[in-house]
């Protein structure tokens, strides 16, 4: 080709460029990138052509599978007075992208001007929120929690298995279940000294909530181990510390009991959407778990609920716990939302881990239909960088649990965490009903 006539294919490419819709752009470069020797950027750097177009367009066309230049697939420059080309594809997902950036927009800005709590979303509202552009979505989640919390501040939560595994449930990613072989071998409750050390040492090392644990399936025949914890939860109310307890179901005298002990909050999983629940549960229906936080609900004590990402769930499956949480009579005191940590012995033992913008999206599509919620980040925080807890942070994460070991798995070490909050200039929350 001679310099004439590269000359003219420049500037015919540029012509056709400049009638072709923005969405199309790239898809075009890509056939002049590999049908001709003139570059893309140097087509593009014609006159009147916006300079934003020349660098991204240039990137995706060196991107693009190569095409032979006599082939029809190749760019063909159109004739004069063509119609325009048909919408890409690519045009139809920017629409469907601005529609959520829209959803996202208004709701949480109506959140924020408003002040009040809904509990009548739609699942399309909430699915409109989790599928805008994750930049949107952080964004707006981080104006909520600005709006309704402290952002800099980040409650400090320990949380101690008084009662380890031999649990009678089947839940899948769980290795306290005594039908998987596991290393956890089944223990009794933890003795009062123990449990009372525990929490001294929790609240000497800044945490202002203290949490229980025990692997069983309900309090049912357990009344002399129930005592007993009723007795731990009102020494450590008497440390000046925020009391948690999960014990499994639990009946509304049990949870009547808890709430004269002083408990704060009772912490009650729903794990998942109850269409994809019988897939990991099947001893515990989803209805009971809602009848449990209804008893705690109605007992004055604070509802803790939220679920695990990564059990092999799709993305709606994770709206709909969301929406279960978010359509409750009162939102959730605490929202505890867990990656999944996968253990060697369980059925879930080969689940892939969640990335952390799948987190980062359904932690900021919780705090905008949750505004008031504590949003805990859980389990499996041991796996993601400073970086990538600072993003849980900024799209609306104000809470963590601290210590080496959440029940069973492992956990950031508190020396980790202490550069964490030097290094992002957060503090530890003080405790709100002490």
């Given at each position: 080709?001679?310099?004439?006539?590269t000359?003219?294919?420049t500037?015919a490419?540029?012509?056709?460029?400049?009638?072709?819709?923005?969405?199309?752009?790239?898809?075009?470069?890509?056939?002049?990138?590999?049908?001709?020797?003139?570059?893309?950027?140097?087509?593009?750097?014609?006159?009147?052509?916006?300079?934003?177009?020349?660098?991204?367009?240039?990137?995706?066309?060196?991107?693009?599978?190569?095409?032979?230049?006599?082939?029809p697939?190749?760019?063909?420059?159109?004739?004069?007075?063509?119609?325009p080309?048909a919408?890409?594809?690519a045009?139809?997902v920017?629409?469907?992208?601005?529609?959520?950036v829209?959803?996202?927009?208004?709701?949480a800005t109506?959140?924020?001007?408003?002040?009040?709590?809904?509990?009548?979303w739609?699942?399309e509202?909430?699915?409109?929120?989790?599928?805008?552009p994750i930049m949107?979505?952080?964004?707006?989640?981080?104006?909520?929690?600005?709006?309704?919390?402290?952002p800099?501040?980040?409650?400090?939560?320990t949380?101690?298995?008084?009662?380890?595994?031999?649990?009678s449930?089947?839940?899948?990613?769980?290795?306290q279940?005594s039908?998987?072989?596991?290393?956890?071998?089944?223990?009794?409750?933890l003795?009062n000294d123990?449990?009372?050390e525990?929490?001294?040492?929790?609240k000497?090392?800044?945490?202002?909530?203290?949490?229980?644990?025990a692997a069983?399936r309900?309090?049912?025949?357990?009344?002399?181990?129930?005592?007993?914890i009723?007795?731990?939860?009102?020494?450590?109310?008497?440390?000046?510390?925020?009391?948690?307890?999960t014990?499994?179901?639990?009946?509304?005298?049990q949870?009547?009991?808890?709430?004269e002990?002083?408990?704060?909050?009772?912490?009650?999983?729903?794990?998942?959407?109850r269409?994809?629940?019988?897939?990991?549960?099947?001893?515990?229906?989803?209805?009971?778990?809602?009848q449990?936080?209804?008893?705690?609900?109605?007992a004055?004590?604070?509802?803790?609920?939220g679920?695990?990402?990564?059990?092999g769930?799709?993305?709606?499956?994770?709206?709909?716990l969301?929406?279960?949480?978010?359509?409750?009579?009162?939102?959730?005191?605490?929202?505890s939302?867990n990656?999944?940590l996968?253990?060697?012995?369980?059925p879930?033992?080969?689940q892939?881990?969640?990335?952390?913008?799948d987190?980062?999206?359904?932690?900021?599509?919780?705090r905008?239909?949750?505004?008031?919620?504590?949003?805990?980040?859980s389990?499996?925080?041991?796996r993601?960088?400073?970086?990538?807890?600072?993003?849980c942070?900024?799209?609306?994460?104000?809470?963590?649990?601290?210590?080496?070991k959440?029940?069973?798995?492992?956990?950031?070490a508190?020396?980790?965490?202490?550069?964490?909050?030097?290094?992002l200039?957060?503090?530890?929350l003080t405790?709100?009903?002490?």
């Open positions: 080709m001679t310099p004439a006539t000359a003219v294919a500037a490419a540029a012509a056709a460029l400049r009638r072709l819709p923005n969405g199309a752009v790239a898809a075009a470069a890509a056939g002049v990138w590999r049908a001709s020797p003139v570059p893309v950027a140097s087509a593009l750097s014609a006159p009147r052509l916006p300079r934003r177009f020349v660098a991204t367009t240039a990137a995706a066309a060196a991107a693009a599978p190569a095409v032979d230049a006599g082939h697939a190749a760019f063909q420059v159109p004739p004069p007075g063509s119609p080309p919408v890409p594809p045009a139809q920017a629409g469907e992208e601005n529609a959520s829209a959803a996202v927009r208004r709701h109506a959140a924020v001007r408003s002040g009040t709590l809904r509990t009548d739609s699942r509202e909430i699915q409109a929120i989790y599928d805008a949107e979505l952080l964004f707006q989640g981080a104006s909520v929690h600005r709006a309704f919390h402290e800099l501040k980040v409650q400090q939560c949380l101690l298995s008084i009662k380890t595994g031999g649990c449930e089947d839940c899948a990613y769980c290795p279940s039908r998987y072989k596991t290393e956890v071998k089944a223990s009794k409750l003795e123990v449990v009372l525990a929490a001294r040492k929790a000497e090392a800044g945490s202002s909530r203290f949490c229980m644990g069983w309900d309090m049912n025949g357990r009344k002399t181990n129930f005592n007993q009723l007795e731990y939860v009102k020494e450590i109310r008497g440390m000046g510390m925020e009391v948690c307890c014990l499994g179901m639990i009946t509304e005298d949870a009547n009991q808890l709430a002990a002083g408990l704060t909050a009772y912490n009650h999983n729903l794990d998942t959407s269409e994809y629940y019988p897939k990991i549960i099947s001893t515990r229906t989803y209805d009971e778990r809602l449990t936080l209804a008893h705690v609900r109605d004055g004590v604070h509802v803790c609920s679920g695990i990402i990564g059990l769930e799709e993305e709606k499956d994770r709206v709909g969301i929406h279960t949480l978010a359509t409750l009579p009162e939102h959730p005191e605490s929202v939302l990656a999944l996968a253990v060697t012995g369980t879930l033992e080969n892939e881990p969640v990335s952390i913008w987190m980062v999206r359904v932690i900021a599509t919780a905008i239909v949750m505004p008031k919620s504590m949003v805990r980040l389990a499996g925080r041991v993601f960088s400073q970086a990538e807890q600072a993003l942070f900024m799209s609306g994460a104000n809470s963590i649990f601290t210590g080496d959440l029940l069973t798995t492992p956990n950031n508190k020396s980790d965490d202490a550069l964490l909050f030097q290094t200039g957060i503090t530890p405790p709100k009903t002490i």
